[in-house]
T-cell receptor, first 116, second 115 residues
Framework: AQKVTQAQTEISVVEKEDVTLDCVYE???????LFWYKQPPSGELVFLIRRNSFDEQNEISGRYSWNFQKSTSSFNFTITASQVVDSAVYFCALSEARAAGNKLTFGGGTRVLVKP | DVKVTQSSRYLVKRTGEKVFLECVQDMDHENMFWYRQDPGLGLRLIYFSYDVKMKEKGDIPEGYSVSREKKERFSLILESASTNQTSMYLC??????????????FGSGTRLTVV
């Protein structure tokens, strides 16, 4: 069965600090997809990134970067030079290729609080 | 702008009431999902549907049922609401193609309180 663990429940930083969110996953499938979503106070989940299991390249998008390591089953997310607008709950999620209906399994979420 | 719309943002219901949560998407997506979100537990899948009139149980289906009579609409039903069903409910949809770039599109959620 697929499982996603986000060990950090809450992280508090001061603006401009870097923050890294950990995500560890379990799956028996060889083909799978990993996602990160952001949930701001408004409540709607916003897609940030998708990564395929066969593509281990790290990715950078502005102040966001992702480190995918298959050897440790981790897909960590770093926010560089954090801003108050980054305050949100962040979810890591996994979808196995065999899963019916593109079923996504989510981690417990990490609440990030960026103080001015 | 493509959307998943949940009919109510906040709902308060009494124990034992039958509750309907409605979700409509305008993207012609085949797959639709209902999750509940609780602090520390993340999002847990209740039910999903990959076609009209089709439904599959998720991880926590007990106490819930669903209906999908039209492609764009997916309803979650609490047959007899209980206080432990107080939660945030999120609807989502996705296209049938597994290799989807954006995962799901989510609605804004319905915060249900059962008193």
């Amino acid at each position: 069965a697929q499982k996603v663990t986000q060990a950090q429940t809450e992280i508090s930083v001061v603006e401009k600090e870097d923050v890294t969110l950990d995500c560890v996953y379990e799956t028996r499938d060889t083909t799978y997809y990993l996602f990160w979503y952001k949930q701001p106070p408004s409540g709607e989940l916003v897609f940030l990134i998708r990564r395929n299991s066969f593509d281990e390249q790290n990715e950078i998008s502005g102040r966001y970067s992702w480190n995918f390591q298959k050897s440790t089953s981790s897909f960590n997310f770093t926010i560089t030079a954090s801003q108050v607008v980054d305050s949100a709950v962040y979810f890591c999620a996994l979808s196995e290729a065999r899963a019916a209906g593109n079923k996504l399994t989510f981690g417990g979420g990490t609440r990030v609080l960026v103080k001015p | 702008d493509v959307k998943v719309t949940q009919s109510s943002r906040y709902l308060v219901k009494r124990t034992g009431e039958k509750v309907f949560l409605e979700c409509v998407q305008d993207m012609d997506h085949e797959n639709m999902f209902w999750y509940r979100q609780d602090p520390g537990l993340g999002l847990r899948l209740i039910y999903f549907s990959y076609d009209v009139k089709m439904k599959e149980k998720g991880d926590i289906p007990e106490g819930y049922s669903v209906s999908r009579e039209k492609k764009e609409r997916f309803s979650l039903i609490l047959e007899s609401a209980s206080t432990n069903q107080t939660s945030m409910y999120l609807c989502a949809s996705s296209p049938k193609n597994r290799v989807t770039n954006y995962g799901y599109t989510f609605g804004s959620g319905t915060r249900l309180t059962v008193v």
